[in-house]
């Protein structure tokens, strides 16, 4: 068949697509097939996408492309291809050679930056897209793109010049009023919450707006709706950023609605997202083993001998238990994630308040340790342990963190022995207050992520902690030590809720609110007076 021949059956292929004629788009595509078979295969790659057979979409298009690296139709179409099968670190790889090969590509960048969203390289997607912005013509998905890059990136004013935009071409898009509130979440969340159930009108059973919802309303003290909502975070259309579970649980039936567990079968509860997370959603697990003791816990391995000590007669085991569960339905009822347990024991802040205990134990022989240790080699008084940064996530770390330049005005009390207690990188901290202070302690050797027993032992070695909001508050928390929350004014986990200086769901956590008025100076000091001077009369 001649080129020009090939050509036109191409471009009969782009129409019947253009048009969603699918079944026209394969017939020309199997023609095309015959005498070019990339091209071919691409076309029935585009055709599985978009009738949702994402595996054999997959399939062909990897095979066009391996058969002619020149395939554009079939390169630009692994991106999506892969975000629909939730895997962005592939769509992210794609994206790179798709954008390398057709830069100037609108829905190649579109579905790229997409990727780089879900993998939270915002800088990068907004390199990507901003060429992409046209004042006049404005594309939905560009702007819903540039809005998402801005917003993250604490670029206020740039998310709202954008968001204003998108209001005037598109306001009344579903897509447009869910990035309003989440542009709102932080700074308003009142309002935000207003313009979620706006979004909800357009779409009822949005699953990512219902999930972003869920955070406003815990924000909020909203606990029982917004538990219900919580539990959208572990459905595969909100993604990585949710709460998904190990792959291994594929398969085994998940249980959210506590009403359909039978006391008398077992039931395995199951640790899930972040270390700090857990350890706030095992505070209501007393009360769950009460109502449901045939219960069997899986957990980080790490975390295991913590909850081991701390619940004796609760069979803890690994997450590689997990492929086991399904195995007996008549013996099993199937596995809970615990962030569902909350809906039913944390409906209400009184909830949390009244339930308020130690629940966690640390190694008593290994706290004695450090303690001695520190104590003899300081001569110290007193120890606080201190941490400054926190955060899996790009945002949260921006959000979280409180640099180690600005904590002057409590360093500077000589009386005291400060612990560090930050995991992670933190050679350039260390040199830093190693040039200005001789009261601050590294404890070498202990590998604060791996060896969480010992971690947890030096914390509550402490006579005090000093944190901004890290895994470490958590744990601290819920041993029952003394610790003062630092919280940056750019939003919080919702936890830790608007306002109040203390925590609802811990014994003795004081927390301290950085306002926008506040400079950090100012902020500092103030924490200062408050946390060593207490520290002082206590």
């Given at each position: ?346 409906s209400s802040k009184e909830d949390f308040i009244k339930n308020r205990q130690v629940y966690l134990s640390p190694d008593q022989s290994k706290l004695a340790k ?169």
């Amino acid at each position: 068949m001649k080129q020009n021949e090939l050509l036109k059956l191409a471009a009969e292929a782009d129409e019947a697509l253009k048009n969603n004629q699918l079944d026209k788009a394969l017939e020309v595509a199997e023609t095309i097939a015959r005498y070019n078979r990339s091209a071919g295969l691409a076309y029935k790659g585009v055709v599985s996408l978009r009738k949702e057979e994402f595996d054999l979409a997959e399939e062909l298009l990897l095979e066009s492309f391996q058969l002619n690296a020149k395939q554009h139709l079939a390169l630009a179409n692994l991106i999506p291809t892969y975000i629909k099968k939730r895997d962005f670190k592939k769509a992210v790889a794609f994206g790179e050679l798709a954008y390398a090969a057709m830069p100037k590509n609108q829905s190649v960048c579109i579905n790229f930056a997409a990727a780089l969203l879900q993998e939270q390289s915002y800088s990068k997607a907004l390199e990507i897209l901003k060429p992409h912005l046209d004042l006049e013509k404005p594309n939905v998905s560009v702007l819903s793109g540039l809005i998402s890059c801005y917003r993250s990136l604490f670029m206020k004013s740039e998310a709202d010049e954008m968001l204003l935009i998108a209001e005037k071409h598109f306001g009344d898009k579903h897509e447009i009023i869910r990035l309003k509130a989440d542009t709102l979440a932080e700074r308003s969340p009142v309002e935000a919450l207003k313009s979620f159930k706006a979004a909800l009108e357009k779409d009822p059973n949005n699953i990512a707006t219902r999930w972003n919802m869920s955070l406003v309303q815990l924000r909020l003290g909203e606990f029982k709706d917004g538990w219900v909502n919580y539990d959208n975070g572990l459905l595969p259309e909100v993604g990585k950023i949710g709460r998904p579970l190990p792959k291994l649980f594929e398969g085994a039936k998940c249980i959210t609605n506590m009403d359909d567990i039978d006391p008398e079968k077992w039931t395995y509860a199951v640790c899930e997202q972040g270390i700090g997370d857990q350890v706030l959603f095992l505070g209501v697990l007393r009360q769950f083993l009460r109502d449901y003791p045939k219960t069997v816990l899986i957990a980080e391995k790490r975390f295991r001998p913590i909850l081991q000590r701390s619940f004796p007669d609760l069979p803890v085991h690994p997450y590689g238990s997990g492929p086991f569960l399904s195995a007996n339905s008549e013996a099993v009822n199937g596995y809970v994630p615990i962030g569902s347990f909350q809906k039913k024991y944390r409906s209400s802040k009184e909830d949390f308040i009244k339930n308020r205990q130690v629940y966690l134990s640390p190694d008593q022989s290994k706290l004695a340790k450090f303690r001695e240790i520190l104590l003899k080699k300081t001569g110290a008084s007193r120890i606080i342990g201190f941490s400054w940064k926190g955060g899996y996530w790009e945002r949260a770390q921006k959000t979280k963190t409180l640099d180690i330049e600005l904590w002057d005005p409590i360093f500077k009390d000589q009386s005291t022995i400060f612990v560090s207690l930050q995991y992670g990188e933190v050679s350039k901290e260390k040199e830093y207050l190693a040039s200005k202070y001789k009261n601050i302690r590294w404890i070498d050797g202990l590998d604060f992520k791996k060896d969480l027993d010992g971690w947890f032992a030096l914390m509550c070695a402490c006579d005090e902690i000093i944190s901004v909001s890290t895994a470490l508050v958590h744990f601290a928390g819920a041993a029952g030590r003394s610790v003062h929350l630092l919280l940056s004014d750019r939003g919080a986990p919702f936890i830790w809720g608007l306002e109040g200086d203390r925590s609802i769901a811990y014994p003795d956590i004081k927390i301290h609110r950085k306002l926008v008025t506040h400079s950090n100076e100012e902020f500092f000091e103030g924490v200062a007076q408050k946390a060593l001077v207490e520290v002082s009369s206590s």
